[in-house]
Nanobody
Framework: QVQLVESGGGLVQSGGSLRLSCAASRSIFSFNAMGWYRQAPGKERELVALFGLDGNTNYADSVKGRFTISRDNAKYTVYLHMNSLKPEDTAVYYC?????????WGQGTQVTVSS
């Protein structure tokens, strides 16, 4: 069974930084795609950043230039580096992976940005 476990969320002031981690139970090379989504209260879940099948990255327009997705293959871990955080970044952040025709989600980690 594939598991994704997020960590690193918390409370931060506007303009601050956080790094989220997603530890996978399988090599991240075994995933077709891995990335981060977020869901704010009353809103739909949305893509934040993603490694695609070819290793290219995609970002939501709202986070371009502020967030960076990276990975450590040896640690089976994908990171989301978040800088210049804004109150509108407040959400539950979920790790996502697509592998062998299945979609996997982590349990989510709360990020709260105070103004």
């Amino acid at each position: 069974q594939v598991q994704l476990v997020e960590s690193g969320g918390g409370l931060v002031q506007s303009g601050g930084s956080l790094r989220l981690s997603c530890a996978a139970s399988r090599s991240i090379f075994s995933f077709n795609a891995m990335g981060w989504y977020r869901q704010a209260p009353g809103k739909e879940r949305e893509l934040v950043a993603l490694f695609g099948l070819d290793g290219n990255t995609n970002y939501a327009d709202s986070v371009k230039g502020r967030f960076t997705i990276s990975r450590d293959n040896a640690k089976y871990t994908v990171y989301l580096h978040m800088n210049s955080l804004k109150p509108e970044d407040t959400a539950v952040y979920y790790c996502n992976g697509a592998r062998s025709g299945y979609i996997y989600w982590g349990q989510g980690t709360q990020v709260t940005v105070s103004s």
